[in-house]
Protein backbone atom coordinates (compact mmCIF):
# COMPACT_ATOMS: atom_id res chain seq x y z
CA UNK A 1 0.00 0.00 0.00
CA UNK A 2 1.22 3.47 -1.11
CA UNK A 3 0.02 6.18 1.81
CA UNK A 4 0.99 9.71 1.86
CA UNK A 5 -0.87 13.13 2.03
CA UNK A 6 -2.59 14.58 -0.90
CA UNK A 7 -0.64 16.17 -3.27
CA UNK A 8 2.60 14.22 -2.60
CA UNK A 9 2.62 12.61 -6.46
CA UNK A 10 1.18 8.79 -5.17
CA UNK A 11 -1.48 8.99 -8.27
CA UNK A 12 1.65 10.15 -10.42
CA UNK A 13 3.55 7.46 -9.00
CA UNK A 14 0.45 4.84 -10.37
CA UNK A 15 0.76 6.32 -13.63
CA UNK A 16 4.65 6.26 -14.16
CA UNK A 17 4.40 2.27 -13.19
CA UNK A 18 1.51 1.84 -15.36
CA UNK A 19 3.11 2.99 -18.45
CA UNK A 20 6.25 1.23 -17.45
CA UNK A 21 4.27 -2.15 -16.87
CA UNK A 22 2.26 -1.75 -19.73
CA UNK A 23 4.95 -1.53 -22.19
CA UNK A 24 4.98 2.70 -22.82
CA UNK A 25 9.09 2.07 -21.37
CA UNK A 26 10.25 3.82 -18.27
CA UNK A 27 13.90 4.78 -17.78
CA UNK A 28 15.32 1.94 -15.22
CA UNK A 29 12.30 0.72 -14.67
CA UNK A 30 12.11 -2.92 -16.31
CA UNK A 31 9.42 -5.78 -16.16
CA UNK A 32 9.59 -9.33 -16.17
CA UNK A 33 7.35 -10.13 -19.37
CA UNK A 34 4.88 -12.90 -17.15
CA UNK A 35 3.49 -9.84 -15.57
CA UNK A 36 -0.44 -9.79 -16.08
CA UNK A 37 -1.47 -6.24 -15.13
CA UNK A 38 -4.64 -5.13 -13.39
CA UNK A 39 -4.52 -1.34 -13.51
CA UNK A 40 -7.33 1.43 -12.64
CA UNK A 41 -7.35 4.36 -11.86
CA UNK A 42 -9.17 7.43 -10.06
CA UNK A 43 -11.01 8.48 -12.96
CA UNK A 44 -11.41 5.04 -14.76
CA UNK A 45 -9.56 6.59 -17.33
CA UNK A 46 -9.04 2.75 -19.03
CA UNK A 47 -12.38 2.52 -20.29
CA UNK A 48 -13.27 4.00 -23.20
CA UNK A 49 -16.10 6.99 -22.87
CA UNK A 50 -17.81 6.65 -26.41
CA UNK A 51 -17.79 2.22 -26.17
CA UNK A 52 -20.60 0.68 -24.22
CA UNK A 53 -19.70 -2.43 -21.63
CA UNK A 54 -20.86 -4.82 -23.90
CA UNK A 55 -19.03 -3.81 -26.40
CA UNK A 56 -16.04 -3.07 -24.60
CA UNK A 57 -16.04 -6.70 -22.15
CA UNK A 58 -16.93 -8.79 -25.46
CA UNK A 59 -13.85 -7.30 -27.37
CA UNK A 60 -11.67 -6.93 -25.00
CA UNK A 61 -12.27 -10.57 -23.81
CA UNK A 62 -13.60 -11.95 -27.04
CA UNK A 63 -16.65 -13.33 -25.13
CA UNK A 64 -19.66 -14.51 -26.93
CA UNK A 65 -22.56 -12.55 -26.41
CA UNK A 66 -24.98 -14.11 -23.71
CA UNK A 67 -21.54 -14.56 -21.93
CA UNK A 68 -21.12 -10.78 -21.82
CA UNK A 69 -24.87 -10.42 -20.99
CA UNK A 70 -24.63 -12.36 -18.57
CA UNK A 71 -21.61 -11.05 -16.79
CA UNK A 72 -22.83 -7.84 -16.98
CA UNK A 73 -26.45 -8.32 -15.32
CA UNK A 74 -24.11 -10.20 -12.44
CA UNK A 75 -22.51 -6.90 -12.68
CA UNK A 76 -25.77 -5.34 -12.06
CA UNK A 77 -26.49 -3.92 -15.27
CA UNK A 78 -30.05 -3.83 -16.87
CA UNK A 79 -29.91 -4.68 -21.03
CA UNK A 80 -30.54 -0.86 -21.35
CA UNK A 81 -27.16 0.13 -19.36
CA UNK A 82 -25.15 -2.92 -20.92
CA UNK A 83 -25.65 -0.39 -24.51
CA UNK A 84 -25.14 2.78 -23.42
CA UNK A 85 -21.88 4.66 -23.76
CA UNK A 86 -19.50 4.70 -20.95
CA UNK A 87 -19.14 8.64 -20.66
CA UNK A 88 -23.21 8.13 -20.30
CA UNK A 89 -22.72 6.21 -16.91
CA UNK A 90 -22.71 6.79 -13.18
CA UNK A 91 -18.90 6.97 -11.67
CA UNK A 92 -20.62 3.93 -9.48
CA UNK A 93 -21.15 1.62 -12.53
CA UNK A 94 -17.94 2.95 -14.39
CA UNK A 95 -15.90 1.20 -11.77
CA UNK A 96 -18.17 -1.68 -11.78
CA UNK A 97 -17.52 -2.29 -15.73
CA UNK A 98 -13.74 -1.41 -14.83
CA UNK A 99 -13.54 -4.64 -12.04
CA UNK A 100 -15.77 -6.42 -14.06
CA UNK A 101 -12.40 -5.98 -16.93
CA UNK A 102 -10.15 -6.25 -14.19
CA UNK A 103 -11.61 -9.84 -13.06
CA UNK A 104 -11.66 -11.02 -16.22
CA UNK A 105 -8.02 -10.11 -16.73
CA UNK A 106 -6.44 -12.18 -13.90
CA UNK A 107 -4.35 -10.19 -12.98
CA UNK A 108 -0.79 -11.10 -10.86
CA UNK A 109 0.27 -8.00 -10.49
CA UNK A 110 -2.42 -4.55 -8.98
CA UNK A 111 -1.39 -1.18 -9.74
CA UNK A 112 -4.69 0.52 -8.65
CA UNK A 113 -5.08 4.03 -7.85
CA UNK A 114 -8.49 4.74 -5.35
CA UNK A 115 -10.61 1.80 -6.38
CA UNK A 116 -12.98 1.48 -3.89
CA UNK A 117 -14.05 5.41 -4.85
CA UNK A 118 -17.55 5.14 -6.19
CA UNK A 119 -17.73 1.20 -5.26
CA UNK A 120 -20.38 0.08 -3.36
CA UNK A 121 -19.69 -2.11 0.07
CA UNK A 122 -20.26 -5.00 -1.66
CA UNK A 123 -17.91 -4.32 -4.74
CA UNK A 124 -15.23 -3.09 -2.36
CA UNK A 125 -15.67 -6.59 -0.46
CA UNK A 126 -15.55 -8.51 -3.49
CA UNK A 127 -12.48 -6.56 -5.38
CA UNK A 128 -10.66 -7.15 -1.71
CA UNK A 129 -11.76 -11.28 -1.59
CA UNK A 130 -10.02 -11.27 -5.38
CA UNK A 131 -6.91 -9.71 -4.11
CA UNK A 132 -6.67 -12.14 -1.60
CA UNK A 133 -7.51 -15.13 -2.99
CA UNK A 134 -4.91 -14.71 -6.22
CA UNK A 135 -2.11 -14.12 -4.14
CA UNK A 136 -1.29 -10.85 -5.98
CA UNK A 137 1.40 -8.29 -5.39
CA UNK A 138 0.79 -5.00 -6.04
CA UNK A 139 1.10 -0.98 -5.76
CA UNK A 140 -2.68 -0.11 -4.36
CA UNK A 141 -3.49 3.85 -3.15
CA UNK A 142 -6.62 4.05 -1.60
CA UNK A 143 -8.07 6.17 1.39
CA UNK A 144 -10.46 3.56 2.86
CA UNK A 145 -9.10 2.95 5.82
CA UNK A 146 -11.36 -0.51 6.15
CA UNK A 147 -9.36 -2.06 2.27
CA UNK A 148 -6.54 -0.46 2.72
CA UNK A 149 -6.07 -2.67 6.54
CA UNK A 150 -7.61 -5.56 4.64
CA UNK A 151 -4.98 -5.71 1.51
CA UNK A 152 -2.01 -4.27 2.49
CA UNK A 153 0.81 -6.27 4.29
CA UNK A 154 3.64 -4.00 2.96
CA UNK A 155 3.34 -0.20 3.32
CA UNK A 156 5.46 2.71 1.87
CA UNK A 157 4.76 6.50 2.61
CA UNK A 158 5.92 9.08 0.29
CA UNK A 159 8.13 11.50 2.62
CA UNK A 160 8.74 14.18 0.44
CA UNK A 161 10.32 13.03 -2.12
CA UNK A 162 11.06 9.59 -0.95
CA UNK A 163 9.47 6.24 -0.58
CA UNK A 164 9.74 5.16 3.12
CA UNK A 165 9.12 2.12 4.37
CA UNK A 166 7.03 1.92 7.33
CA UNK A 167 5.13 -0.65 9.60
CA UNK A 168 1.66 -0.28 8.57
CA UNK A 169 -1.09 2.53 8.16
CA UNK A 170 -2.58 3.51 11.60
CA UNK A 171 -0.04 5.98 12.30
CA UNK A 172 -0.64 7.68 8.88
CA UNK A 173 -4.22 7.08 9.77
CA UNK A 174 -3.63 8.89 13.15
CA UNK A 175 -1.38 12.08 11.46
CA UNK A 176 -4.62 12.11 9.17
CA UNK A 177 -6.91 12.53 11.59
CA UNK A 178 -5.45 15.03 13.96
CA UNK A 179 -4.96 17.31 10.62
CA UNK A 180 -1.30 16.72 10.01
CA UNK A 181 -1.67 15.27 6.76
Known amino acids: MLLGRNGTGKSQFVKLLNRAIAGGGVEGIKVTPSVVLG?????MSQLPDRETPEAFIGTRYNLPDARVRSLLAAAGFTIEKQGRPMSELSFGQ???????????T???F??????????????????????????ATG?????????????????LLIDGKRLKPVEGPEDFFEEMALGDA
Open 39 to 43: YTDQD
Open 106 to 108: EPN
Open 94 to 104: RARVGLLALRL
Open 139 to 155: VLVSHDRSFVRNVGNRY
Open 110 to 135: YVMDEPTNHVDIPGRETLESEILEHD
